[in-house]
């Protein structure tokens, strides 16, 4: 990939600035695409973008930045995407727009604010710009391994970078909108993480076809060049519909809940909501449960794992050990400490409680077929 380093002006780069939100931001007299399809969102914050401003005005050098070169098919122009820069030129431009204001002799200053002199010294600035030219595959080589101005990209936007194309763009119009689509439908529902950093969509694609870098790498390339991303968007929809209608009263346990797979296996189930929620409200108030959130999934599988029941302490089962003389109550053996573990005698299904009258020690071997 060829790379020649260019010194270019702020008031180059804030001419024709558009910002149309998810629909696009160009500038650079419409000649470079700011937020190209693979770049992750707009996430500085108004902290992060006035830092860059002060850095500007005080004559400090910013991060370089990469910007991809090509041909306007239509005019022949040179045109640009950005590779690396998205949060600093987008702070800029945003500023120079008149979107927020930085503190310059202790007073908070909007751009037509500033001194003329303030006001040219800031225009006048000079970017460093690496434009870069090379194949699609080498340019998003590159892109991976890049940091902006210290934010490490997520796995997700990495993926983005890689897989770009159009099911791309209509699942981010999804799944990458703060209280919108799908984080809109589903925030009591899942924990969506910071949705403009692509958690959201990560876990849709989770849910939709499979756990992990390497099953999520194959989803997004056998829908690459798909035409919308309906399928994902109507299965996810469809789940979250399906938890809201049997387990409609709110908690904070809702959003850590493994949705996706108790819909495969239940969503043809004649449950009762009513009943349900009689049976969660119970679990809930049960402090022998540990794990609230497993109680969703119980009360549908009925396996009692999930729900973190409370174990005995080191102290009770020593009790018990002394009490029993080593001696395994179900085949009669004599065993160490280490080889036995403790066991309710009257299970927690039948009211047992994690209290030391109700622990005996089995030894290991009996301990597991006892479950």
């Not at 558009?18 to 937020?35: F, K, P, T």
């Not at 090379?134 to 990209?153: H, K, P, R, Y």
């Not at 999930?306 to 102290?315: A, M, Q, S, V």
């Amino acid at each position: 990939m060829k790379i020649d380093l260019h010194h270019i002006p702020v008031r180059d780069l804030v001419e024709g600035y558009i910002n149309s939100g998810y629909d696009g931001v160009v500038g650079y007299g419409g000649a470079l695409d700011i937020r190209p399809k693979f770049q992750r969102e707009f996430v500085y914050d108004t902290a992060k973008q006035q830092a860059v401003i002060t850095t500007i005005l005080s004559g400090f050098p910013l991060n370089v930045m990469y910007w991809s070169k090509g041909t306007d098919p239509a005019s022949g122009d040179p045109s640009f995407e950005m590779l690396d820069g998205q949060q600093r030129s987008m702070s800029i431009c945003e500023y120079v727009k008149g979107s927020f204001s930085v503190v310059v002799g202790g007073n908070p200053k909007n751009f037509d604010n500033l001194s003329g002199t303030d006001q040219e010294r800031l225009l006048d600035y000079q970017l460093m710009v690496y434009h870069c030219e090379g194949s699609e595959d080498e340019q998003l080589a590159w892109f991976e391994v890049i940091n902006i101005a210290g934010l490490t990209l997520r796995p997700q936007e990495l993926r983005n970078a890689v897989y770009t194309g159009l099911w791309l763009t209509d699942a981010k119009r999804y799944f990458s909108r703060e209280n919108q689509g799908a984080h809109k439908l589903a925030k009591d529902y899942v924990a969506a993480g910071e949705v403009n950093r692509q958690d959201l969509l990560q876990r849709a694609m989770e849910w939709h076809g499979g756990k992990g870098d390497v099953a999520i790498k194959e989803y997004m390339n056998l829908h690459r060049n798909d035409a919308n991303a309906n399928a994902i968007w109507t299965y996810f929809k469809s789940v979250i519909d399906w938890a809201k209608l049997i387990f409609s009263v709110q908690r904070k346990e809702l959003r850590t809940v493994p949705w996706n797979a108790l819909y495969d296996k239940y969503n043809q189930a004649p449950l009762d909501a009513v009943v349900l929620e009689e049976r969660v409200k119970a679990l809930m108030s049960d402090e022998e449960v540990q794990k609230k959130s497993g109680i969703y999934t119980y009360v549908l599988t009925g396996e009692e794992h999930t729900l973190g029941l409370r174990t005995f302490t080191d102290n009770q089962k020593r009790e018990a050990y002394e009490r029993q003389d080593g001696i395994c109550p179900k085949c009669g053996d004599h065993f160490k400490l280490e080889e036995m573990d403790g066991d309710h005698i009257i299970p927690w299904s039948k009211q047992g409680k994690t209290t030391s009258d109700n622990c005996q020690m089995l030894c290991i071997r009996d301990n597991r077929s006892n479950r």
